[in-house]
Nanobody
Framework: QVQLVESGGGLVQAGGSLRLSCAAS????????MGWFRQAPGKEREFVAA????????GNADSVKARFFISRDNAKNTVYLQMNSLKPEDTAVYYC??????????????????????WGQGTQVTVSS
């Protein structure tokens, strides 16, 4: 059983930065694809970014291009989401998730919530204008 715990959320002014962390336990973190999603009130869960086991990453070009960056530290079993130039529309609960299938087509799968096997409880990010 894999457990994921997010941290780092909070209240920030527009234009500011936050770094979210997601600590994993109970599995082989280094072999997982890790993803970040977000969900605003009344909206569907939205893909933000994902990173493969070797460090290759993909992001949601439409909403977070050149502002959000995903990274991982396999020695610490942790994935990060660096969020810069935050906007009020980035306000949401941010979730990390783990895909344990180790599939080579993970960049295709990674955008879909159903591809992930484990989810964290989420961390609230609020951006004030």
């Amino acid at each position: 059983q894999v457990q994921l715990v997010e941290s780092g959320g909070g209240l920030v002014q527009a234009g500011g930065s936050l770094r979210l962390s997601c600590a994993a336990s109970g599995g082989t973190f280094s072999s997982y694809v890790m993803g970040w999603f977000r969900q605003a009130p009344g909206k569907e869960r939205e893909f933000v970014a994902a990173i493969g086991w070797s460090g290759g990453s993909i992001g949601n070009a439409d909403s977070v291009k050149a502002r959000f960056f995903i990274s991982r530290d396999n020695a610490k079993n942790t994935v990060y989401l660096q969020m810069n130039s935050l906007k009020p529309e980035d306000t949401a609960v941010y979730y990390c998730a783990a895909d344990v299938d180790h599939s080579t087509n993970w960049p295709i799968r990674a955008r879909l919530p159903r591809s992930y096997d484990y989810w964290g409880q989420g961390t609230q990010v609020t951006v004030s204008s």
